[in-house]
């Protein structure tokens, strides 16, 4: 990796202005969203009367503005609410073949049926081997402005100006689920959602890495235990203190959490409160982070 951009403060000795990676949280919200579709739970009451940061669409989120990761089914909304054009994004990243990540179908408005010129030049979409294949199967290729490449686990993938690397996500037995690491020469962020805690060979690939902001998410609240695919807080704390243990991660690099569920049954300032201490933010909706 080339070295680091000046910091703040070198910034303004040197005169040099300083380059970051831009990451825009379009979306924090697990499958169901918060407050969940059609649910009237005591944590869906409070979301609705709080309002704010307790409100999240399904988790998405954009790279310096052309790198998208996930299409869920609530892009229009991002769209509507975040004044966010599309049309300028590049490449698309998908991490795994669950709806609130992969709203397949929203790819047909690429066409020339609803673009009345061509999109040049096509929407560049990197994603796991069963993802390709599924686009292929679902969609009429032959209409849409779509540049398809395979991403296997492990292997970086030089995108522009920025290299990005897939590393196995804990999430969903029979499906190709991915992390992601994304370098800019100067900056590696890690975005990883969906997962449990990795197994050890996603780990050892990690240790050593210098990953200057991680994105993780937290969808299951203070409850350690039940299904396995998905983190609790006490795990991103631990999760957060072995990346700095094993050297991937610096000491007051960001860590910012997102695809929180209401299940969790806490809102936003109640996760701030378990968090917080640790060195952890709690993510939301429209969030932009500079690193």
Same mark, same amino acid.
Request: proline share 8%.
């Given at each position: 990796?080339g &070295?680091?951009?000046?910091?703040d403060?070198?910034s303004?000795?040197s005169?040099?202005?300083?380059? !970051?990676?831009q990451?825009?949280?379009l979306?924090t919200?697990?499958?169901?969203g918060?407050?969940g579709?059609?649910c009237?739970c005591?944590?869906?009451r409070? /979301?609705r009367?709080?309002?704010?940061?307790?409100l999240?669409s399904?988790?998405?989120a954009? /790279?310096?503005?052309?790198?998208?990761?996930d299409? @869920? @089914?609530?892009?229009?909304?991002?769209?509507?609410t975040?004044?966010?054009?599309?049309?300028? *994004?590049?490449h698309?990243?998908?991490?795994?073949?669950?709806d609130d990540? $992969?709203a397949v179908?929203?790819?047909?408005?690429?066409?020339?049926?609803f673009?009345p010129y061509?999109v040049?030049? &096509?929407?560049? *979409?990197v994603?796991?081997?069963?993802?390709?294949?599924?686009i292929?199967s679902?969609?009429?290729m032959a209409?849409?402005?779509l540049?398809l490449?395979?991403?296997?686990l %492990?292997?970086?993938?030089?995108i522009?100006r %920025?290299?990005v690397t897939?590393?196995?996500a804990?999430?969903?037995?029979g499906l190709?689920?991915?992390?992601?690491?994304?370098?800019?020469?100067a900056?590696a962020a890690?975005?990883a959602t969906d !997962?449990? %805690?990795w197994?050890?060979?996603t %780990?050892? $690939?990690l240790?050593?890495r210098r990953?200057d902001?991680?994105?993780?998410?937290? !969808?299951k609240?203070?409850d350690?235990?039940?299904?396995?695919?998905h983190l609790s807080? &006490?795990?991103?704390?631990?999760?957060?203190?072995r990346l700095?243990a094993?050297?991937a991660?610096a000491?007051?690099a960001p860590?910012?959490t997102t695809?929180?569920s209401?299940?969790a049954?806490?809102?936003h300032?109640e996760?701030?409160?378990?968090?917080t &201490?640790?060195?952890?933010?709690?993510g939301?909706?429209?969030?932009?982070?500079?690193?």
């Open positions: 990796m &070295p680091r951009a000046p910091t403060a070198a303004r000795e005169g040099v202005p300083r380059v !970051t990676m990451i825009r949280l979306g919200g697990a499958s169901e918060c407050p579709l059609f009237a005591p944590t869906c409070r /979301i009367a709080a309002g704010g940061r307790n999240r399904r988790s998405c954009l /790279i310096d503005g052309v790198i998208k990761i299409l @869920p @089914p609530d892009t229009l909304h991002h769209v509507l975040q004044n966010l054009d599309l049309s300028v *994004v590049r698309l990243l998908f991490t795994h073949g669950h990540h $992969f179908a929203e790819l047909q408005y690429l066409s020339w049926m673009i061509p040049k030049p &096509p929407l560049h *979409v994603a796991p081997p069963d993802i390709i294949s599924r292929r679902e969609l009429d209409i849409l402005p540049d490449q395979v991403l296997e %492990w292997t970086p993938l030089t522009e %920025w290299t897939a590393i196995h804990q999430h969903a037995p190709q689920c991915y992390n992601y690491i994304v370098e800019d020469g900056h890690l975005y !997962t449990g %805690w197994a050890e060979p %780990w050892e $690939f240790a050593g990953l902001a991680a994105i993780v998410e937290c !969808t609240g203070l350690e235990g039940g299904y396995k695919a807080v &006490p795990e991103v704390i631990r999760l957060r203190e700095i094993d050297g991660l000491d007051d860590v910012v695809h929180h209401h299940l049954g806490l809102l300032e996760l701030e409160e378990h968090l &201490p640790h060195g952890i933010q709690v939301y909706d429209g969030m932009v982070l500079d690193v």
